[in-house]
């Protein structure tokens, strides 16, 4: 079993920063794919960023790429994602997810924090 909390959601404007924490426990963390994902009101959760489990392999969707980055600190079993030009479509709840596999990573996660905030306003 994987428990995973995030943190670090909130309010900002356009082109504002906000990063994302999600502290992870059970388990070999560095054994672990870990992702973000997110959730816009009224739609259906959407993958956004994932790690391999060194870090030496991230994948992003097309929406953040260029703006999102997904690291890990696999010695404080932490992921984060740093969001830089944060735009109003960014507005979601955005959850952590552990798998096994990049693959897997893309479409799912095994294992969910609860979830956190992120507004976006114009």
């Known amino acids: 079993q994987v428990q995973l909390v995030e943190s670090g959601g909130g309010s900002v404007q356009t082109g504002g920063s906000l990063r994302l924490s999600c502290a992870a426990s059970?388990?070999?963390?560095?054994?672990?794919?870990m992702g973000w994902f997110r959730q816009p009101p009224g739609k259906e959760r959407e993958f956004v960023a994932a790690s391999s489990g060194s870090g030496g392999s991230t994948r992003y969707a097309d929406s953040v790429k260029g703006r999102f980055t997904i690291t890990r600190d696999n010695a404080k079993n932490t992921v984060y994602l740093q969001m830089n030009g944060l735009k109003p479509e960014d507005t979601a709840v955005y959850y952590c997810a552990a798998t096994r596999t990049m693959t897997r990573m893309a479409l799912t996660g095994d294992y969910w924090g609860q979830g956190t905030q992120v507004t976006v306003s114009s």
């Open positions: 059970g388990g070999t963390f560095s054994s672990w794919v």
